[in-house]
């Protein structure tokens, strides 16, 4: 099936940097929706995007829909601690019959921020 | 609050034995949804259900088996002919098509932790 490459897999960072991350797909996404998972808990979603080209920030995370449909971009500005966790891209696909909504997941990118 | 419940946090099963994990939700939503999650791994779908009675397999439905009586409940059953269950599971539900693109988004449980012993 569909697959989203996500990278990078793990970033080790120092409080107080901004962090990068994108999501890749061979074929085009409608709805691009990041998600952040804490340790032993549920995603929660951070953020939705739904037009090509749309830059959408949620606090200090800033997100946005790649003008080709096929990747999206999550930034984190000035992280702290708390943004410890890891973060999926997710979407439903496109390409053929109905998806009965279901959604294709990055592998995430695992986050870890030193004090 | 609404929101999605799964029960119990953690659980522990001995090989040979069916164990089913419980996921309830308040937000009226119509469709729900089952996935494993493993170590350094992404989500995998196991089952979905778009309305009561209903339900359709995932990418890795083998050996697990779900029933949809109510719209608020979507219970999942690992049986023994599941390989290697030990996982965390996660529960998800999303409202149906409103005219908007928001119909995509997917609301997730705190999820259950199956260990097998």
């Known amino acids: 099936g569909q697959q989203l490459n996500q990278s990078p897999q793990s970033m080790f960072i120092q409080e107080g940097e901004d962090v990068s991350m994108n999501c890749t797909s061979s074929?085009?996404?409608?709805?691009w929706l990041w998600y952040k998972q804490d340790p032993g808990e549920g995603p929660v979603l951070l953020i939705a995007?739904?037009?090509?080209?749309e830059l959408t920030s949620n606090g200090r995370l800033t997100a946005q829909f790649g003008i080709t449909r096929k990747d999206s971009f999550l930034n984190i500005s000035a992280s702290i601690p708390s943004d410890v966790g890891i973060y999926f891209c997710?979407?439903?696909?496109?390409?053929?019959?109905?998806?009965?909504?279901?959604?294709?997941f990055g592998q995430g990118t695992i986050l870890t921020v030193h004090p | 609050d609404g929101g999605i419940t799964q029960s119990p946090k953690y659980l522990f099963r001995k090989e040979g034995q069916n164990v089913t994990l419980s996921c309830e939700q308040n937000?009226?939503?119509?469709?729900m949804y089952w996935y494993r999650q493993d170590p350094g791994q992404g989500l995998r779908l196991i089952y979905y259900?778009?309305?009561?009675?209903?339900?359709q397999k995932g990418d890795i439905a083998e050996g697990y088996s779900v029933s949809r009586e109510k719209k608020e409940s979507f219970p999942l059953t690992v049986t023994s002919a599941q390989k290697n269950p030990t996982a965390f599971y996660l529960c998800?539900?999303?409202?149906?098509?409103?005219?908007?693109?928001?119909?995509?988004?997917?609301?997730f449980g705190p999820g259950t932790r199956l260990t097998v012993l």
């Open positions: 998800a539900s999303r409202k149906l098509a409103g005219g908007t693109l928001s119909y995509n988004e997917q609301f």
């Open positions: 074929s085009i996404f409608n709805t």
């Open positions: 995007l739904y037009k090509a080209g």
């Open positions: 997710a979407g439903p696909p496109i390409a053929g019959g109905t998806s009965y909504g279901k959604l294709t």
């Open positions: 937000l009226n939503h119509d469709a």
């Open positions: 259900s778009q309305i009561v009675n209903d339900f």
